[in-house]
């Protein structure tokens, strides 16, 4: 079974920059697009951004310019850099695998437990 591990979650203020990880087990990053979500309360759950296999990138219209996505192959973890954090950014960030690169939820199989971040000052 895959695994995936989230941290990097924490209380920021507006204007503040946090580095989400994911960290990968029994799999290596090489074979799988990882993705990274978000949900906030009483909101559905939305992609921001995903790293294909050959290491390009996509992201959202709403977090383009402020966020970078990147993985270290050596450490089998894939990093959410988001900088200028707006209010809007708070909710549970989760990280997940795919065989398809795409920021629809429902095509990514495997699913780590999330990590809270929260932009309020």
């Known amino acids: 079974q895959l695994q995936l591990v989230e941290s990097g979650g924490d209380l920021v203020q507006p204007g503040g920059s946090l580095r989400l990880s994911c960290a990968a087990s029994?799999?290596?990053?090489?074979?799988?697009?990882i993705g990274w979500f978000r949900q906030a309360p009483g909101k559905a759950r939305e992609g921001v951004s995903y790293?294909?296999?050959?290491?390009?990138?996509y992201y959202a219209d709403s977090v383009k310019g402020r966020l970078t996505i990147r993985k270290e192959n050596a450490k089998n973890t894939v990093y959410l850099q988001m900088n200028s954090l707006k209010p809007e950014d708070t909710g549970v960030y989760y990280c997940a695998a795919s065989t398809i690169g795409s920021l629809k939820s429902n095509l990514y199989e495997y699913w780590g437990q999330g990590t809270q971040v929260t932009v309020s000052s």
């Open positions: 790293i294909n296999k050959d290491g390009s990138t």
């Open positions: 029994r799999f290596t990053l090489d074979y799988y697009v």
